[in-house]
């Protein structure tokens, strides 16, 4: 079993940074893939970026290129997100998720375990 505890959301004003955090503990096998989605009110869940278990394969939505950056802790099982310029539209429930498969991935279908979420608003 994966448990992922997300931390860092809060309010930012438009142009100011958050770091996300997501502490992930139990199989290591299960979190080779490590990312984070987000949910806007009334929106779908969408991809925001992830890195694969040796961080050698990264991905990041167009939305967020240049303005985050994903890393990742391996001795503590720990990712993050750090964000940028942010603005009004990042508003969101930001989840942490893990999968088996070895590459970055997109697809949530390729993630098992999800966190709970961390909140970010960005106050124009």
């Known amino acids: 079993q994966v448990q992922l505890v997300e931390s860092g959301g809060g309010l930012v004003q438009a142009g100011g940074s958050l770091r996300l955090s997501c502490a992930g503990s139990?199989?290591?096998?299960?979190?080779?893939?490590m990312g984070w989605f987000r949910q806007a009110p009334g929106k779908e869940r969408e991809f925001v970026a992830a890195i694969n278990w040796n961080g050698r394969s990264i991905d990041y939505a167009d939305s967020g290129k240049d303005r985050f950056t994903i890393s990742r802790n391996n001795a503590n099982l720990t990712i993050y997100l750090q964000m940028n310029s942010l603005k009004p539209d990042d508003t969101a429930v930001y989840y942490c998720?893990?999968?088996?498969?070895?590459?970055?991935?997109?697809?949530?279908?390729?993630?098992?375990?999800w966190g709970q979420g961390t909140r970010v608003t960005v106050s124009s």
């Open positions: 139990g199989r290591t096998s299960s979190m080779y893939v």
């Open positions: 998720a893990a999968g088996s498969v070895p590459r970055s991935s997109s697809q949530v279908a390729d993630y098992n375990y």
